[in-house]
């Protein structure tokens, strides 16, 4: 029997920023098994513009622009590929079940086994290898949930300790922060305090490349810092780790949906992961 040679291969994943970042492992998986197809990506454009930037994927899409609502249009923008993989099941040929979720095992892993792919684990995650930077700590207090955010007073507190260590302090503030309470009017340190304030996934990527360590909530933020390699502590005080948390040897996860760390202990993580850049 010949096999089937794929020429183009879709992946249809809509969602957030964190949504689209755990789909790498799978799609690196993908890229090895049918060597030589061009991987698209479907999903919010510019979040699937990170991963194409960094060549995950060939070409990045906008999932509107498939017009799934409407069958006809679609299955004619769909009949290009040769394989579609996605979360919108009349239009694929292999359905990624979103919603189910096995403790103790990685999301990232559980959606490419949906599809018969076993990634090299945990290097699939990667974006960019860890490497040595001098740079500056940087803190993102925000999150796609206020539910799991760490308190205020608690970032705040963090923030005020690094600063007595002579280190400066960038704090990243999306959208969700901003049209909320802002972290910009926050009482930082303000001699060692500066804001990145980008709004596009892509540019926040290659800002985050020279940070020295990164602390973060469960976000899609905090995924992107420790797939570019940054030493990374995940603060969680709403979901499970075992299978929300970024992947590496480089990352320092605390806390769960019963646990609300202290800034001691979040403190001696983030020198924990300081010393790993060492």
């Known amino acids: 029997m010949v096999p089937c040679i794929m020429h183009r291969i879709l992946l249809i994943r809509r969602g957030g920023l964190g949504d689209t970042l755990l789909t790498a492992p799978l799609l690196r998986a993908l890229r090895r098994k049918h060597d030589g197809a061009a991987l698209h990506l479907a999903g919010t454009r510019e979040f699937c513009d990170v991963l194409c930037g960094y060549g995950t994927v060939d070409v990045a899409h906008s999932a509107e622009d498939l017009l799934l609502w409407i069958p006809d249009k679609a299955r004619e923008r769909l009949s290009r590929f040769d394989l579609i993989i996605g979360d919108e099941p009349p239009c694929v040929q292999q359905a990624l079940d979103l919603h189910s979720h096995v403790t103790g095992t990685p999301y990232a892993l559980q959606l490419a086994r949906q599809v018969g792919c076993?990634?090299?684990?945990?290097?699939?995650?990667?974006?960019?290898?860890?490497?040595?930077?001098?740079?500056?700590?940087?803190?993102?207090?925000?999150?796609?949930?206020?539910?799991?955010?760490?308190?205020?007073?608690?970032?705040?507190?963090?923030?005020?300790r690094v600063a007595q260590h002579n280190r400066d302090l960038e704090v990243v503030v999306g959208p969700a922060e901003i049209d909320g309470d802002d972290p910009r009017a926050w009482p930082w340190p303000n001699d060692r305090t500066t804001f990145v304030t980008e709004p596009e996934p892509l540019r926040l990527a290659k800002r985050l490349e020279s940070a020295r360590v990164f602390v973060g909530n469960d976000s899609g933020t905090t995924h992107l810092a420790a797939m570019l390699g940054v030493p990374t502590v995940a603060v969680f005080i709403a979901t499970d780790p075992t299978v929300w948390a970024p992947v590496g040897d480089h990352v320092h996860t605390i806390g769960d949906a019963d646990v609300l760390p202290s800034v001691d202990d979040v403190e001696r993580l983030l020198d924990d992961a300081l010393r790993w850049r060492r």
């Not at 990667?126 to 007073?153: D, F, I, M, N, Y």
């Open 118 to 160: 076993e990634p090299e684990w945990p290097s699939d995650c990667q974006l960019l290898p860890p490497r040595s930077t001098e740079s500056v700590t940087v803190l993102a207090p925000g999150s796609g949930g206020a539910h799991k955010c760490w308190p205020k007073e608690h970032w705040l507190a963090l923030a005020h």
